[in-house]
């Protein structure tokens, strides 16, 4: 293997692996009451859909 080909090969491993664990970071800091499409909008928490399923 060329040096060209070593240096683009860890580059783009470093992008992959760098962009997977920004992913993972990112996912344990969101808090998931309030993400989504209906975030927190009124009638959109747990107790007041498992009522409405009864």
């Known amino acids: ?3 060209t080909a070593i240096v683009l090969m860890v580059l783009f ?4 692996w760098g962009g997977l664990v920004a ?3 990112m996912l344990n800091s969101t808090n ?3 993400s ?3 975030g927190d909008a009124p009638g959109t928490d747990d107790r007041a859909l498992t009522a409405s399923n009864r």
């Open 36 to 38: 989504g499409e209906l």
């Open 1 to 3: 293997m060329s040096a």
């Open 32 to 34: 998931d009451d309030i």
């Open 13 to 16: 491993i470093l992008i992959i």
């Open 23 to 25: 992913s993972v970071v």
